[in-house]
Nanobody, 115 residues
């Protein structure tokens, strides 16, 4: 089994920055994909950013140029650096991992951006 624990959420003012972390533990294989998703109030959960174990990334259009995803394979940890935050970034951010079929999710961390 795999466990994912997010941290780093909080309340920030528009234009500010925040860094989220997600630490994976358990049976982690060398080839996998980790990512960040978010769900705003009243909206569907959407992909924000993903990164493979080889370092390939992709981003949602809404966050391109503002967010950066990275990972430390030795620590089984993925990060999301969020800059120039906007009120519309307010959401619960959840960490995701896929390896050899099964999909795992963290509990989520709340990011609130005030005007």
């Amino acid at each position: 089994q795999v466990q994912l624990v997010e941290s780093g959420g909080g309340l920030v003012q528009a234009g500010g920055s925040l860094r989220l972390s997600c630490a994976a533990s358990g049976s982690i294989f060398s080839i996998n994909v980790m990512g960040w998703y978010r769900q705003a109030p009243g909206k569907q959960r959407v992909m924000v950013a993903r990164i493979t174990s080889g370092g390939s990334t992709n981003y949602a259009d809404a966050v391109k140029g503002r967010f950066t995803i990275s990972r430390d394979n030795a620590k089984n940890t993925v990060y999301l650096q969020m800059n120039s935050l906007k009120p519309e970034d307010t959401a619960v951010y959840s960490c995701n991992l896929i390896q050899r079929g099964p999909e795992y999710w963290g509990q989520g961390t709340l990011v609130t951006v005030s005007e």
